[in-house]
């Protein structure tokens, strides 16, 4: 029970980060704050510093997060969230940061097994798969708080 409360707790935190950097895009169109929000979950998600983790290159990445013991039920929601970030990133300015993170992302999606979307851009289609990553991972997202933010991801 701990653990699933545990897991519940960073996929919340996942969608609150998503949504948010996505609000600061819309409202604030402020893209470096947006991807710096999203560098902040996924440091906290691998309870490893952040910066570390990301200064890793594509090929090294994913084999880290294993190593260290990175959920794999969370592995996904970190991988698109770095490939959110290299959106932000381009925005910002940053082309090679971005293109970094877009090759972090899909390296993880690689080595974990799943499909990233091929346009970064989509909000829709990088938040589309997060409830069917929770599913796999045994969370219903109707049976639970973050339902409630259901209405960002259709």
């Known amino acids: 029970m701990l653990e699933q409360d545990y897991l519940m707790r960073m996929l919340l935190q996942f ?4 949504v948010r950097s996505n609000e600061m ?7 470096q704050d947006a991807a710096d929000s999203l560098e902040d979950a996924i440091g906290n998600a691998v309870e490893m510093d952040g910066a570390t983790l990301l200064s890793l290159s594509p090929e090294s990445i994913a084999q880290i997060m294993r190593v260290t013991g ?6 996904q929601f970190v991988a698109r ?3 959110l970030e290299s959106v932000y990133l381009e925005q910002a300015g940053d082309t090679a940061l971005s293109q970094l993170r877009a090759a972090q992302a899909r390296s993880i ?10 346009d970064p851009s989509d909000f829709d289609a ?3 798969g997060l409830e069917e990553a ?4 045994g ?3 109707s049976d639970n708080p973050l339902a409630r933010f259901e209405g960002y991801f259709d």
Request: negative net charge; without cysteine; aromatic residues 10%.
């Open 15 to 18: 969608f609150k980060a998503m």
């Open 25 to 31: 895009i819309m409202e604030q169109k402020n893209p």
């Open 70 to 75: 990175v959920d794999p039920n969370i592995t």
């Open 81 to 83: 969230s770095m490939l």
């Open 109 to 118: 999606a690689a080595e974990y097994g799943f499909e990233l979307p091929p």
């Open 126 to 128: 990088i938040t589309e």
């Open 134 to 137: 929770a599913l796999a991972g």
């Open 139 to 141: 969370f219903d997202l």
